[in-house]
């Protein structure tokens, strides 16, 4: 008698899971929407007040067995897994994300593409100096067989007594060397006005660390027609750098490139910590092209080359690296800078891994 009044105890509590089950699924249907008016509305998702506000009613409607406490904790898990639901809905939406499209994005700077099967090495100078420093590296990366160079010509630097670059002049001496040797160019641009006539002189715009979340600079890239290479801010997330990737592709343009260039943390073996979890997080989480820049990353000559080969065993699309005809006399970042027969060694290394 007993065993067969537990089976039926069972059974009302089977069909009180599902019923239970079904009134979540209804509630959790009712959160995406709401979720949705948030999102064009462009309301935060988590509201405390009406957190608090349903936490009261429910305490206040409590009639037992279970204590106010239990009650309490109990919603904020579904309240909690509403939140979640509603996050993860958001990343659905984004254009930059793995789940809005599911095939890789190729960015094509001219005939070279980004982010197909063969990984890219990019190099260059940190900053353009002169026209026989830029050509000397020119005519380096062309025997080398590399076909983008990188080269800064505005430098957001920490001081303002450091070397800020030589502007358009800069650019102008850096598609003179590169287009001497059939080379496409890489360098930063800080100022949106800055976009459209840079777009003259170099094939892709690169957005700094310190520039990441620019928005005003993020919206103007993503209104040019040119690819954009996005770095990572100094102490950005994950998240942070997709969304500032979405910046740009909702603009229109969705020619854009991720690149790792390492975060700030306490270390201080290295100038930056490289994630290397960040590339296949980033593949995993979004099409865009992810690279890898071991030269900021790193900030050490010595383990350039081990660092290029765990990016690409992660599956990075490219490693970027800076070289210097005479690194001892550069305007920036000389300490970190290959020299031409170092930059040599460091690709002959790489490639020899078959990476790349």
Do not use: W
């Not at 079904?22 to 959160?31: G, H, K, T």
């Amino acid at each position: 008698m007993k065993t067969h009044s537990l089976e039926q105890l069972r059974n009302k509590l089977n069909i009180i899971n599902h019923n239970l089950l079904e009134l979540l699924s209804d509630r959790a249907r009712i959160v995406q929407e709401i979720g949705d008016v948030k999102e064009k509305q462009g309301t935060p998702k988590f509201d405390p007040v009406r957190e608090k506000e349903m936490l009261a009613k429910l305490v206040a409607a409590n009639k037992g067995p279970f204590d106010d406490k239990t009650i309490q904790y109990l919603f904020k898990q579904i309240f909690q897994a509403s939140l979640n639901l509603q996050e993860s809905e958001h990343k659905k939406h984004l254009l930059v994300s793995r789940k809005k499209q599911k095939e890789d994005t190729i960015v094509h700077i001219g005939d070279v593409a980004v982010g197909g099967p063969k990984p890219l090495m990019i190099a260059g100078p940190c900053s353009v100096e002169s026209y026989e420093q830029v050509r000397l590296v020119a005519k380096a990366l062309k025997e080398a067989g590399i076909p983008v160079m990188r080269g800064g010509a505005f430098k957001p630097r920490t001081s303002p007594y450091d070397f800020q670059g030589l502007g358009f002049e800069g650019l102008k001496i850096l598609k003179e060397a590169a287009d001497e040797f059939g080379l496409k160019t890489i360098s930063e641009i800080v100022d949106p006005r800055h976009i459209e006539l840079a777009s003259e002189y170099i094939d892709v715009i690169q957005i700094g660390a310190r520039n990441m979340q620019n928005f005003e600079l993020l919206k103007a890239a993503g209104e040019a027609q040119i690819p954009i290479l996005l770095k990572r801010g100094l102490a950005a997330t994950i998240d942070e750098f997709l969304h500032a990737a979405e910046y740009i592709v909702s603009r229109g343009n969705t020619q854009v490139m991720l690149i790792e260039r390492g975060i700030r943390t306490y270390e201080k073996a290295t100038r930056n910590t490289l994630d290397i979890s960040a590339v296949p997080i980033l593949k995993q989480e979004s099409h865009l092209p992810v690279l890898v820049d071991v030269t900021h990353s790193t900030g050490r000559k010595d383990i350039l080359a081990p660092c290029a080969k765990a990016a690409l065993a992660a599956g990075a699309d490219g490693i970027m690296v800076e070289v210097h005809p005479d690194p001892a006399t550069a305007l920036s970042d000389a300490a970190q800078q290959l020299n031409i027969d170092e930059f040599n060694l460091f690709y002959a290394s790489v490639k020899e891994s078959g990476l790349l």
